[in-house]
């Protein structure tokens, strides 16, 4: 379903939510008050403004309440990025999602009219780290504090078994959310599904079952 986002903020993360916005198809209203930022995004958005996000006056030109999802992707300037989030909480915003660089200015940015922060560098970081230091995780979504989406290798004592017969969930806190092979995404998992061969699964639960379930 297409989408109507606005996009505060144009450096390079701005940037590359522009590009993926526009392979997905949404329509784009994106701001900045650097010129060469707004020209360089031009051809992924349906129509940019070079202004200053912390002006009243020029906010509410763009009709904030209309836009589905406000997104506030300034990184270098904290104060431009919480008086944008506040001001547009302000004029109705109906989900604003700002980003933010350390723990303290997620913070400020929830109580201050952000619905949603982003931790760009925080969440690749903990991606990276266990992406590539724990074996036989190939994926890793993160969910909450707690929880995350496991894309893993599976164990050779698993393939033709059921789901079922394998009870995972009680067993070990952890469920069996789809089946991945060749490309192909099986979301039909039930008790009686058997488990494949050459492929991957997705497993929804905390990293510490994870690790203890799969012996990494």
């Not at 997905?24 to 129509?47: C, F, G, S, W």
């Not at 760009?120 to 504090?145: G, M, N």
Request: net charge negative; proline share 2%; aromatic share 6%.
């Amino acid at each position: 379903m297409m989408k109507s986002v606005l996009l505060v903020g144009l450096g390079r993360f701005g940037r590359h939510i522009a590009e993926k916005l526009d392979e997905l198809h949404h329509q784009v209203m994106a701001i900045d008050i650097n010129e060469k930022r707004v020209d360089k995004v031009l051809p992924y958005v349906t129509n940019a403004q070079i202004g200053d996000s912390t002006d009243e006056e020029f906010m509410e030109s763009l009709g904030i309440s209309n836009f589905d999802v406000c997104i506030v992707a300034i990184g270098e300037n904290f104060q431009s990025s919480l008086e944008t989030t506040s001001l547009l909480k302000e004029l109705g915003a109906k989900l604003v999602v700002s980003r933010a660089g350390r723990d303290v200015h997620a913070k400020f940015l929830l109580k201050n009219g952000a619905d949603e922060v982003v931790y760009p560098e925080k969440q690749l970081a903990a991606w990276t780290a266990i992406r590539y230091t724990v074996e036989h995780i190939l994926d890793y979504v993160e969910l909450d504090a707690e929880h995350a989406i496991f894309e893993l290798s599976i164990p050779d004592s698993w393939i033709g078994k059921t789901v079922g017969q394998l009870d995972i969930r009680n067993r070990n806190n952890i469920n069996i959310m789809a089946f991945k092979r060749d490309g192909d995404m099986n979301l039909s998992v039930r008790s009686n599904t058997c488990i494949p061969e050459n492929g991957t699964m997705l497993v929804l639960g905390s990293l510490k079952d994870i690790q203890k379930c799969f012996h990494i």
